[in-house]
């Protein structure tokens, strides 16, 4: 009994002894992410690749919407009668004032296209151009309204700006190694004991472990954990991040010794490799977002690390950190103090705008080509259309061409059964039908072709009319004698 309780004791005693101190492990969540920034500088990163503008899909929807408006429209961009020259400004077509000016650009390339493809008898602009009327007037009420949202869709896109077009796997991996080493095209292998510091080190690690000018300070992720993972010459616990982060355990507050090399590759390969990994704007993101989580405060100053008092000397009765000055009073004076840390979020939001771009760019790019396809259906869909009218035309007309022969039928056999409104009566006839209808009362009815009776010829004309102001009614702008919207 009297053992057990001796036991009790000294174990109590031993905590009691400890409690103040920082022992192992202490900072292992530190060394977790810090490590994150070292590996980071083996991977590649992934830049995001921008499509340019469907300029295929939106040209088939200018041509097309060219092709279907009215001669009267398509001469005012050329400047001679065979339309092969083009004129460069709606001033100089004469049409100025008209608001056509942000648009000009895009219609003279289709006329110009237009001038070039004409002898081609199977190019777009030659197929729509060889429609009927009608079939134009259909087509181009759908298309001028597609060529317009295709306009206002193309707007949208907007080519990368010369500083993020600049960026390249290449200098998006010498920031990485910047940032995790001090230095460019550096690795855990080439690494030196100045620049994880950005200088030679002072010795005085209170004072280093502390961002800021003038260096050395920790301006990569190396060399801020240096300040949470290396072991002092006093005072010493091991294990703060792993056994093998230790180092020499030479660097204290006014010690004299300083870091050595093998100390800072020892402990950059702590971290691992990251090599074949593929970094996007996410994973720096999200590294820095867990950095910054693991700061805490005194009430005065901030504090990545194990901290007990007085400040980040090494010692494991004071601090194995790092210190950011003022952060209880302003958390912007955080991780973001740190240079390296400002270079990984500057390149993350830079990475993140090209997404952003790309994804901009995709959908534009899907949009553009339903209108091409749209547009392209509008096509078949006026000369069906159109062949429809003009079967119920020749219908229309065929049925009244049989009444009108059925009114003279052979069973109106004598003069007084034969309606001589519409017919003659011709005692001679050889045919068996002496009632027919009257000679010379048939005439053409303007641009038919076909030969109607007066009275038919009002009827069609009369029937045409409805039709047409049906058709004009049913389709909005076909109803324009010229069309005043080419988008």
């Known amino acids: 009994m009297l053992a057990r309780t001796a036991v009790i004791l000294l174990i109590s005693l031993a905590n009691l002894v400890s409690c103040g101190d920082i022992g192992a492990g202490a900072n292992r969540d530190v060394h977790t992410a ?15 690749q921008v499509p340019s503008l469907a300029q295929a899909d939106y040209d088939s929807i200018q ?27 709606d001033t100089k077509a004469k049409q100025e004032g008209k608001e056509y000016a942000e648009f000009w650009s895009d219609w003279t390339a289709t006329a110009t296209k237009a001038a070039a493809e004409r002898s081609d008898s199977k190019s777009k602009i030659t197929v729509a151009g060889a429609m009927d009327a ?14 317009d949202e295709a306009r206002k869709i193309k707007q949208r896109f907007t080519v990368l700006p010369p500083e993020l077009g600049a960026i390249t796997a290449s200098t998006a991996a010498a920031t990485l190694a910047k940032a995790a080493f001090g230095a460019q095209c550096v690795t855990s292998d080439t690494v030196t004991d100045s620049q994880p510091f950005g200088a030679a080190n002072s010795g005085n690690r209170n004072t280093n472990c502390e961002p800021g000018t003038p260096n050395p300070k920790p301006i990569s992720a190396l060399g801020t954990l240096a300040c ?86 090494g010692s494991s009765g004071e601090g194995i950190c790092v210190k950011f000055p003022g952060y209880y009073a302003d958390s912007n004076k955080g991780v973001q103090k740190l240079q390296w840390v400002q270079q990984l979020g500057t390149l993350a939001g830079q990475l993140k705008q090209i997404e952003e771009k790309r994804q901009e760019a995709e959908e534009v790019n899907k949009i553009l080509k339903s209108k091409a396809a749209a547009a392209q259906s509008a096509i078949e869909e006026a000369k069906a259309t159109a062949n429809t009218i003009k079967s119920s035309e020749a219908r229309d007309t065929q049925q009244e061409k049989i009444e009108q022969r059925n009114k003279c039928t052979p069973q109106n056999k004598t003069p007084a059964e034969c309606p001589s ?11 068996g039908n002496k009632c027919k209808p009257k000679v010379g009362s048939e005439t053409t009815a303007a641009g038919t072709g076909r030969a109607v009776t007066n009275v038919e010829s009002k009827m069609c004309s009369n029937k045409k009319n409805k039709r047409n102001a049906n058709l004009r009614i049913a389709n909005g702008k076909v109803k324009l004698a010229r069309i005043t919207v080419f988008l």
Request: one cysteine or more; proline letters at 2%; a neutral charge.
């Open 63 to 89: 041509t097309l919407n060219f092709s279907t408006s009215t001669d009267a429209w398509q001469s005012m961009f050329y400047s001679d009668a065979k339309r092969t020259e083009v004129h460069e400004t």
């Open 421 to 431: 409104s519409h017919c003659t009566y011709n005692e001679k006839a050889t045919d």
């Open 34 to 48: 810090l490590c994150a920034f070292v590996s980071m500088a083996g991977g590649t990163v992934e830049i995001p």
């Open 134 to 147: 009608v079939a134009k007037r259909l087509a181009h009420a759908k298309i001028a309204g597609i060529a």
């Open 228 to 313: 949470t993972c290396l072991k002092a010459n006093a005072n010493n616990p091991t294990g703060v991040c792993t056994e093998k982060a230790d180092g020499g355990g030479t660097w204290q507050k006014n010690g004299g010794g300083v870091p050595s090399q093998a100390d800072f590759r020892t402990l950059a390969k702590t971290c691992g490799s990251g090599k074949n990994k593929k970094i996007t704007f996410q994973d720096i993101q999200q590294a820095i977002s867990r950095l910054a989580g693991l700061l805490h405060t005194d009430e005065t100053d901030g504090y990545l690390g194990a901290f007990v008092a007085s400040g980040c000397t």
